[in-house]
């Protein structure tokens, strides 16, 4: 099992993300793995910086493997998405992948265009990764369908081409974008929970690796782990459609405003006790995860890389 850390450009600062991710690899993480937003979940995260410029610098001053997870077809038109795919494929080759999926109304209303119903959402992103694909293949493509595409081209050909990694929360979705997808990337859940969903997508004929994105808070004292969480994660405790069609950091902090610690402790490991979150973190990998990556939940990522790379990764390799 390779442990990742989790790169959350809505919370922090692109600068000091980029010295995060360098202190990751100090501490001995084998990866990461990052977001594409254009707005954070709350106004108290208050962050959201260009994932794409980032990650060639995260990628050029590493020897990290990175990905992310994005979302074509709106924001991004997917000629556009397969150039800088194929791009950062060149350039770091082996090292980069990315995570397709079919977006939130808080990153893509901005373009002013109509929100789609989910199944119109999931239909134009399958027409999306058709496109991707025939672009990194070096194919020039014309599509009409819910995208449109114009004789595109991709002049920079990425060897090995990029894995398209399908992510999914529920086990319908596993399902479906295992007749695409390269790879699965989903969130911690109940074990059961991740079992169903991981076996619908091998069940389906999913292929590659499997990666588990573990939300947690850590600090030393338990007050203080469960105030971080609170503060930091409460407004990302919800399911669809308030999720997906939400449209401001205004609006989740106004479904947020009531949202307690209990519930925040369904979503995102909180304890004090290293050794606690190590065996949560290991019961829910070994359903069959073959990545994790680790995300805390706090805005001071160092205290966290420091403490896990010499206390908590060890013992999850072992």
Not at 7 to 12: K, L, T
Not at 269 to 281: A, E, K, P, T
Request: hydrophobic share 40%; aromatic share 8%.
């Amino acid at each position: 099992m390779r442990i990742g850390f989790h790169a959350s450009h809505e919370q922090i600062s692109p600068r000091q993300l980029l010295e995060d991710v360098r202190h990751a690899e100090q501490a001995g993480f084998d990866m990461a793995m990052c977001s594409d937003h254009m707005a954070p979940w709350s106004q108290r995260q208050g962050h959201s910086g260009y994932t794409w410029a980032w990650l060639g610098a995260a990628l050029a001053t590493t020897d990290l493997t990175l990905g992310c997870v994005s979302a074509p077809g709106q924001r991004y038109h997917p000629a556009v998405h397969a150039q800088k795919i194929a791009t950062l494929g060149q350039m770091f080759p082996g090292r980069f992948w990315v995570a397709l999926g079919s977006g939130e109304n808080m990153n893509e209303h901005v373009t002013g265009d109509r929100w789609p119903t989910k199944e119109v959402r999931t239909r134009r992103l399958e027409e999306c990764v058709g496109i991707i694909r025939r672009l990194l293949a070096g194919e020039e493509v014309t599509h009409d369908g819910l995208v449109a595409v114009d004789r595109a081209r991709v002049w920079e050909r990425a060897d090995p081409t990029p894995l398209l990694v399908g992510p999914a929360v529920s086990v319908a979705s596993a399902s479906r974008v295992a007749a695409w997808a390269d790879g699965l990337v989903t969130i911690n859940q109940p074990v059961e929970t991740l079992r169903e969903l991981l076996d619908a997508y091998r069940e389906a004929g999913g292929r590659g690796r499997a990666s588990l994105q573990v939300h947690l808070s850590w600090a030393p004292t338990e007050a203080e782990a469960e105030a971080i969480a609170v503060d930091q994660w409460r407004s990302n405790v919800f399911s669809e459609p308030v999720n997906w069609d939400t449209a401001t950091p205004e609006g989740f902090d106004v479904a947020s405003e009531h949202v307690g610690p209990d519930v925040v402790r369904q979503h995102c490991l909180v304890s004090s006790d290293l050794g606690q979150l190590r065996d949560r973190v290991a019961e829910l990998a070994a359903v069959g995860f073959d990545d994790v990556y680790l995300h805390f939940v706090g805005q001071h990522q160092a205290p966290f890389l420091d403490t896990f790379g010499e206390q908590v990764l060890p013992g999850l390799r072992g």
